[in-house]
């Protein structure tokens, strides 16, 4: 019993928690905004991944890890704005849209991986975020700028649902859309605009398993953590 109290209280249990949990949160608070606006985005799968090989491709290309950040987050916008022209603007069923989405932006990742790196056996690597050692503070020092990102997100994304007007739209779309019509919202939009940046968010979670995380793009990388994600929400 003592051993496992040692193991709990140790700082290195919580750097290693903290480090597992970035991408989650990233990708829970993505599936949240979409989930919260009346649309499950079954696409985070593919999302993780095409964020994850976009930020990564970018850095390798000799850009910075914060133009890597922003791409992947692009990536995920560009994503995010197909299954809402689908879901949304077509109406079609968002289940078929998310995971059709989820089979083209992985395969069109590892695609591109392929053309890019044809004869390559060995991952190329890149050089990852540093650790914050600069902050001194015993679990944080340890962990790199997306995870302290992922953090500041959670409260303010909750203040930003419950305490602001857009944030009530969003709600309001999502659990009445007839009554948010009658009031003058704008369904179509609220959704749309819910949906690219929640899945923004998908694509900064993935770029956190190359850019922090590891220093390369392997397959498999995002290894189900899209579906934790949505399990997280809907359970």
Known sequence: MSAWLDILAGTPFWVATLRVATPLILGTL?????????????????????????????????????????????????????????????????HVSGLGITMLATALSYYGYRVAFPKVSTPPTIEPFAPMDWLGIP????????????L??????????Q???????????????????????????????????????????GSFLTLSAFNAFYFNMVNGRGWICIALVVF
Not at 81 to 87: D, E, S
Not at 139 to 150: D, F, H, M, R, S
Not at 168 to 191: C, D, K, T
């Open 30 to 94: 993505g599936v949240l905004l979409c989930e919260r606006a009346g649309v499950l985005n079954l696409g985070i799968e593919g999302i993780m991944v095409a964020g994850a090989f976009s930020g990564w491709l970018t850095v390798y290309a000799g850009h910075g890890l914060w133009t890597g950040v922003l791409v992947a987050a692009l990536t995920g916008a560009v994503f995010g704005l197909l299954h809402a022209w689908l879901t949304v603007g077509l109406a079609l069923s968002q």
């Open 139 to 150: 679990v944080l020092n340890e962990q790199t700028p997306l995870t302290l990102l992922a």
């Open 152 to 161: 500041l997100l959670v409260p303010l994304i909750a203040w930003g649902l």
């Open 163 to 205: 305490r602001t007007p857009l944030g009530l739209a969003v709600r309001m779309v999502g659990e009445n859309p007839q009554a948010a019509e009658g009031q003058g919202i704008r369904v179509m939009a609220v959704r749309t605009g819910a949906i690219v940046a929640g899945s923004a968010l998908m694509g900064v979670a």
